[in-house]
């Protein structure tokens, strides 16, 4: 390969558009040259006198555990070619535990079809309650379940989302499916970084699908559709994709851990590897309030935090007018302008992650005490919660925030 050029693993020339081709191979070992081979000695005689003629047959033999046999052939024709057989080595896989779990939970894992649009849920309850994200559901009041590959679909009611959680629950008739399979749910708070995961779901409109990999990060924050922010959100590494969205991110038990809803994408908008899935803690507060028809009420507090380059807090960016910090007197700006929150209602708070933390535990009309550091000197403002709104853009001022703001 000459300097100045690059080739990617599959041999495709990244310097110019082409095809692919295959991995190049490697060069060969150099063989040292054997001896010359001696000449055949004088053909034997036998008692009759005739010539005896020995045909041997080279073969590649292929073994697993011992030595395959190779039949030999005499006094053949020479026009006749012998046929050699490859048998079969026989002997099971040894099982997995991806395998074993994916067996376990399989029949629990569906596929949910809205239109032209399909994407994945698990089952939760032997009533026939199934759990999937709410943009899987977007605007969907029925929709379609399949529960395994190839069979009918059954017909299945929305009855409740939760955009800001992007959660949602559909019904079905559990009379209308041979076997209903729950998925139990695990304490999400007992996640760590490096522990093995598996994913199943429908990416890409294909059959029912199983890839594995390792939770890569614990605490993480995405926004969704509505603009708000998702805490505690689980980042992996198993391969997920368009499709995968609502269904299940398991542990090495089986468990639920999350529910994986969103993929880290380039500008180009290729997947990174990186996937996100709602905590399974989410799920158990926010699923019993759907199936019973109520509104998820959120506490809204109407500012866009930052962090501090200290960690000391989380900076007012920017409020919402006449949204409930606005109103209470927080001041927003960049470092050096804008407050920095460093505690709420006397408990300490680094960065905004834990702000919204705290802010989630509280309902609305909640009355918080916020510490704030304010030219250089530390006040205490009273704050009285309001409901988060439908979604940011009915909240906000119109006005464009950096990525790196995030909205309680």
Not at 260 to 272: L, V
């Amino acid at each position: 390969m000459s300097a100045g050029r690059s080739k990617s693993l599959w041999g495709q020339d990244n310097d110019r558009d082409g095809g692919y081709g295959w991995l190049e191979p490697e060069p060969a070992p150099r063989v040292q040259q054997a001896p010359p081979t001696p000449p055949p000695a004088p053909p034997k005689k036998n008692r009759s006198g005739l010539k005896i003629v020995g045909t041997t047959l080279a073969v590649a033999a292929i073994a697993v555990g011992g030595v395959a046999g190779v039949d030999h052939f005499a006094n053949q024709p020479d026009n006749v070619t012998a046929t050699v057989t490859l048998p079969v080595v026989n002997g099971s896989t040894p099982a997995t535990r991806a395998g074993e779990i994916y067996k376990q939970v399989q029949s629990g894992v569906v596929q949910i079809r809205t239109g032209n649009a399909s994407g994945t849920g698990f089952v939760v309850a032997q009533n026939g309650t199934i759990v999937t994200n709410a943009h899987v559901v977007d605007g969907a009041s029925s929709v379609r379940v399949i529960f395994d590959d190839g069979d009918a679909s059954v017909e299945g009611t929305v009855l409740g989302r939760d955009v800001s959680a992007d959660l949602a629950v559909v019904k079905i008739d559990p009379d209308s499916v041979k076997k209903l399979t729950v998925l139990g749910l695990a304490d999400s708070d007992d996640v760590t970084t490096g522990q093995e995961v598996l994913a199943v779901g429908y990416p890409l409109g294909l059959d029912r699908t199983a890839t594995s990999g390792i939770v890569s990060g614990i605490g993480r924050q995405i926004k969704a559709q509505n603009g708000f922010s998702i805490d505690k959100v689980i980042q992996t590494d198993a391969s997920i994709n368009p499709g995968n969205s609502g269904g299940p991110l398991l542990d090495g038990r089986g468990r639920v851990i999350g529910v994986n809803s969103q993929i880290a994408a380039t500008g180009s908008g290729s997947n990174t590897g990186i996937g996100f899935a709602i905590p399974s803690n989410t799920v158990r507060d926010v699923i019993p309030s759907l199936i019973s028809g109520k509104t998820i009420a959120r506490p809204y507090l109407g500012v866009s935090l930052q962090a501090t380059d200290d960690d000391s807090g989380a900076l007012v960016y920017e409020t919402t007018p006449n949204g409930p910090g606005d109103k209470a007197g927080l001041r927003s700006g960049g470092p050096g302008t804008g407050d920095v929150v460093t505690a709420i209602d006397g408990e300490s708070v680094a960065d905004p992650d834990k702000l919204i933390e705290k802010l989630d535990e509280k309902k609305p009309n909640d009355k918080v005490t916020l510490t704030v550091k304010r030219d250089g000197q530390e006040t205490k403002v009273d704050v009285i919660l309001g409901e988060r709104p439908a979604n940011l853009d009915s909240a906000s001022s119109g006005s464009q925030s950096p990525d790196s703001q995030q909205t309680p």
